[in-house]
């Protein structure tokens, strides 16, 4: 069983940045293609990207692109989010999330979930 547990959620200003981690473990990383979701009061969970195994291929939302960074640390058992320029629209619960094979963008395909941390982003 795969556990995922997600940390460095906060509240920052407006054009600040926060940087999410997500620490794996029961399987290792390098197996895992990893993803990132977040959900808004109200909103439905929405994909902000994922990355593959080995971190050779990434790939974000548009509302996020040019803005947030994944990547990943598989000897830490570790994947990030590196978020810069935030807006208040960004405030949301983020989650990891895992998956056996490649990235996908629908949540539907991730069986492995962290408990989510919260980002507020005040304007």
């Known amino acids: 069983q795969v556990q995922l547990v997600e940390s460095g959620g906060g509240l920052v200003q407006a054009g600040g940045s926060l940087r999410l981690s997500c620490t794996t473990s029961g399987r290792t990383v390098s197996t895992l293609g990893m993803g990132w979701f977040r959900q808004a009061p109200g909103k439905e969970r929405e994909f902000v990207g994922a990355i593959s195994r080995y971190g050779n291929s990434r790939y974000y939302a548009n509302s996020v692109k040019g803005r947030f960074t994944i990547s990943r640390d598989n000897a830490k058992n570790t994947v990030y989010l590196q978020m810069n320029s935030l807006k208040s629209e960004d405030t949301a619960v983020y989650y990891c999330?895992?998956?056996?094979?490649?990235?996908?963008?629908?949540?539907?395909?991730?069986?492995?979930w962290g408990q989510g941390t919260q980002v507020t982003v005040s304007s």
């Open positions: 999330a895992a998956r056996a094979n490649g990235l996908d963008d629908n949540f539907d395909e991730y069986p492995y």
